[in-house]
């Protein structure tokens, strides 16, 4: 809203003694106080001016807040979702992790429990082949002294 216009008095000369005798020729000092006058008149009216630009410009300026006051609240609420979400991603990272230390574990207890079953069957694989062997010579043994009696 623009400020309320001021009102600037007007000068009114009174009239002097050499105009009422004289008659309408003005003096030296009378033609001053008209140019000066003028010179107020123009001057209010440059003042009329600008302060209208100004009325104008403040709704600008009023329109201009609004809207950077508005782009800081969106900027803010970002900012808000931006830090809600980091916050987020920084305990499932935390969770992730847990759970793959938690995997790695599991894993390694397996592959110790294999690597021990590996080598028990490498033993007992082993003693098989060893029986084995040792049946083979048994039964050519048995074979042999059923060949000598018979």
Known sequence: MPPPRRMRP??????????DEDGPEPSAREQAVS???EDFARREAELDRREEALAGSEGFVEAGTADIERRERKVKQMEQTL???????DEREVEVERREAELEGAFGLREDRIEMRESELAELEERLRRKEDDLARYV?????QLAQRG
């Open 140 to 144: 050519g043994q048995v074979q042999a």
């Open 83 to 89: 830090q809600e979400r980091l916050l987020e991603l």
């Open 35 to 37: 140019r000066h006058e």
């Open 10 to 19: 007007q000068l009114v000369k009174p009239p002097t003694e050499s105009e």
